[in-house]
């Protein structure tokens, strides 16, 4: 079937090159194998669809080659065989496969290196810092001094009627930020994220004192059987960042205080600063200074000195970011120094490296703060001759006040945003560290927990398995024993016998039956009974007795009924009259069991009824 097909298909693919001969040939091979197809599996395949599309090209093909191309017709056994077709293709493999891999096992590496690793990202951090947090504090102390000074303020405003453009800037900046608005509102957070945290502290330290007291209880009640860690000793770890976390609550509660106390100073001023600007010009005192001093070199020198100045500040920003984007990864370092020497001389290698990474910044650092400590001595030099040259007056002191507060306030806002919002994102960060803290406490004390219950379970387990009480002492009185007993062994403790229920005597032997039958007078006793002085040792049932001298038996014996004195025994309820076999009206006493030691028992024969002799009636034995 398949070869019919390609047959068929090869056939196009020569059609398409005008070889129209073997197509011919080809499409006559297919309609053979179809032929053959048809004649063996009819029953499962139906390749009349494929028969008729095989006999239609094949009637066009000869039809067009009669006609017009007269190509001759190659034998099947001269076609090429039909090649392979390559539906797939190989390509090579690319790797990685995907731009988005990433090789989790790049950054594996022993140990030492691992352990080195991390001490080196602190050296790092803490040498970052450092420089940024002493940048930092040189920017503060500028602002500092030139908000004493007045500057840039002082030589804005010449004229002392309008607001300095250095004011103005500030205003702006400070209603941009919300003002006063934004700093209540952090204000009014801080407590519910301390709240929250202290929460969390004290949750766990609580759950860890709560364990330790149901241990030290267990502890006192089963003594040495309780054999654990204690909770005090198992807890030191926990206990000692707990106590960690509690000082540094205490001292962001400290902080928090501090800012406070610094909004609560400077709340009013700022407020002022927040004004819009006719308002804040009338807020700002009028003063008349001295006009020459617009043009003079003082003032102009002054304002080339603070241009300067904010220069280095700009510059100084510039230079933090550089520190923090510094990365440079040591794995290689370690990994040399471990292959080569077997060991990590890590301070040595991280002092090296941290020299030759930073100290190009550390140097630009030092040199711009030298160059901030000329500047700030040329302007207070400066503004030394620009304050002689005013003609001070107290409503000019006054102005020069109220400009010196509004623009610290400024600095104040600044400062207290950024302390709010840095304490805001320390508490988030504290919670964070607390509630895996609480965890690690949970886990824990449910450890210790299920060690508890399974240590209680056992000790139950094994004091059940103790006696009940110990081996008390016998008394002396009842240990005391005769001369000739002391030589006996041991007197065994006493055993409860079980008696054996009493078996039922064995149950006598049938009776003989007569040979003859001779009837005797009422009254007339025959047969060998025992007399009354016969020995009580003989037993009953040695020959049994016969009644009236008839020749028959008495009835078979029944169960050992007893007797008591006064009667004889028990008598069995006589049988109704009825026919017999051997008599009518007449019937036996049934026999007595005579208890040993008793004489038997001599019964009369009863008289006859009149009537007809019927027989005597067959009793059975019971």
């Known amino acids: 079937m398949m070869q019919a097909n390609a047959e068929y298909h090869q056939s196009i ?72 077709a390559s539906l797939v293709k190989s390509t090579p493999v690319t790797v990685p496969m995907s731009q988005k891999f990433t090789d989790l096992f790049a950054k594996m590496v022993p140990l030492a290196v691992q352990q080195a690793l991390s001490i080196y990202n602190q050296r790092r951090a803490d040498l970052v810092n450092r420089m940024i947090a002493q940048m930092r504090e040189s920017t503060n102390l500028t602002n500092g001094i030139l908000a004493s000074l007045n500057l840039p303020a002082a030589i804005e405003d010449i004229s002392g009627d309008s607001i300095p453009q250095s004011i103005l800037e500030k205003s702006s900046s400070v209603i941009r930020q919300g003002g006063l608005q934004t700093i209540d509102q952090l204000i009014r957070d801080l407590p519910d994220l301390l709240q929250r945290n202290s929460e969390i502290l004290d949750e766990s330290m609580r759950i860890l004192e709560q364990e330790e007291i149901t241990d030290n209880e267990l502890k006192t009640k089963f003594k040495e059987r309780w054999q654990r860690t204690p909770s005090n000793e198992l807890y030191k770890p926990l206990r000692a960042d707990g106590a960690n976390f509690r000082n540094t609550l205490n001292r962001a509660v400290q902080a928090d205080k501090v800012v406070r106390e610094r909004y609560a100073a400077h709340s009013e001023i700022i407020a002022l600063l927040c004004k819009p600007e006719a308002e804040l010009n009338t807020a700002i005192p009028s003063g008349n200074p001295t006009r020459s001093l617009q043009g003079s070199e003082v003032v102009t020198l002054l304002k080339t000195l603070l241009a300067s100045l904010n220069e280095v500040k700009k510059e100084r920003e510039t230079l933090e970011n550089d520190l923090k984007s510094v990365e440079f990864d040591m794995s290689s370092k370690f990994l040399t120094a471990l292959a080569q020497e077997g060991a990590i001389n890590e301070e040595a290698i991280s002092v090296t490296e941290l020299d030759r990474i930073y100290g190009g910044h550390t140097d630009k650092v030092q040199k711009n703060l030298k160059k901030q400590e000329e500047l700030l001595a040329n302007i207070q030099t ?28 400024h600095d104040q806002f600044v400062e207290l945003v950024a302390n709010l919002r840095e304490g805001t994102k320390f508490y988030n960060g504290l919670t964070e560290i607390l509630l895996k803290f609480q965890t690690k406490c949970s886990d824990i004390v449910f450890a210790r927990k299920t060690e508890r219950d399974e240590l209680l379970k056992d000790m139950q387990q ?24 002391s030589t006996s062994g041991p007197t065994p403790a006493p055993r409860t016998v079980f008696q054996p229920k009493p078996q039922p005597p064995a149950r006598p032997p049938p009776p003989s039956v007569g040979s003859t039958y001779a009837p005797t007078s009422y009254g007339t ?48 309820m006589p049988m109704p009259m ?45």
């Open 578 to 622: 009825g026919y017999g076999q051997f008599g009518y009206g007449q019937y036996n006493m049934p026999y007595v069991y005579q208890p040993p030691g008793q004489p038997p028992f001599q019964s009369a024969q009863q008289p006859q009824q009149p009537g007809y002799p019927y027989p005597q009636q067959q009793y059975y034995q019971q």
């Open 462 to 485: 094994s004091m059940a398995r103790e006696p009940s009480a110990p081996n008390l002492a016998t008394p002396a009185y009842q240990t005391a024993v005769s001369i000739n007993e």
């Open 13 to 84: 693919l020569a059609k398409q090159q005008k070889k129209f001969g073997e197509e011919i040939a080809r499409l006559q091979h297919g309609t053979d194998l179809v032929k053959t197809i048809a004649s063996r599996y009819d029953e499962y395949i139906n390749v009349k669809d494929l028969s008729d599309k095989i006999s239609r090209a094949l009637t066009a093909a000869k039809k067009d080659n009669d006609f017009i191309y007269h190509d001759r017709v190659p034998d099947v056994k001269d076609l090429e065989p039909i090649g392979k």
């Open 382 to 409: 400066a503004h030394e001759e620009f304050s002689k040259s005013t003609q001070s007056n107290t409503d000019a002191n006054q102005r020069e006040e109220i400009l010196k507060k509004l623009a610290a306030a």
């Open 525 to 572: 006793v025959t047969g060998t009974s025992a007399p009354a002085s016969a020995p009580t040792s003989a037993p009953v049932s040695a020959s049994p007795a016969l009644i009236g001298g008839t020749g028959m038996p008495s009835q078979a014996q029944g169960p050992p009924y007893p007797s008591y004195q006064g009667y004889p025994g028990y008598y069995q």
